[in-house]
């Protein structure tokens, strides 16, 4: 094959989108409410691999008890790494429930992405306890 071919194949494959399907299951919660840490698997489902995946946000709105402000603790991006297809990998964010009663609930929205930004997702939990 000559230099041009191979350049042009390699442009077409820049064109065309990885197929990679990225999301996430929450596995556990453990810890005190002052210093709770969610656990979760960061998973590609589809045929290709997730390269330089990472969770990109993570929002807590609450639904449900007395007012409280939980904080964040872990700072964003997480990365994750590169995923091939049908692969897992685990990741955690800590959390500061201080001021919110065991009964409080909240909604989970999270954002990810992968393959430099040509994969993305969006993923939300209902009905999340500290």
């Not at 997730?50 to 969770?55: I, K, N, R, S």
């Not at 807590?60 to 790494?81: M, R, Y």
């Not at 049908?86 to 201080?98: E, K, L, N, R, W």
Request: glycine content about 8%; proline content about 5%.
């Amino acid at each position: 094959m000559s230099a041009k071919t191979l350049l042009l194949l390699f442009m077409a494959c820049l064109l065309f989108a990885f197929n990679a399907s990225i999301g996430s299951t929450l596995t556990s919660k453990t810890g005190p409410l002052n210093a709770r840490v969610w656990n979760f698997n960061f998973i590609n489902s589809g045929p290709d691999a997730a390269l330089g995946a990472q969770v990109d946000s993570f929002t807590l709105t609450q639904t449900f008890g007395a007012s409280c402000t939980p904080v964040i603790a872990t700072t964003f991006p997480i990365i994750v790494g590169d995923l091939s297809p049908g692969y897992s990998a685990p990741y955690s964010v800590g959390i500061d429930f201080t001021g919110c009663a065991a009964t409080a609930r909240f909604t989970l929205a999270q954002t990810f992405e992968a393959n430099s930004g040509q994969t993305t997702a969006a993923v939300t939990k209902f009905n999340q306890f500290p």
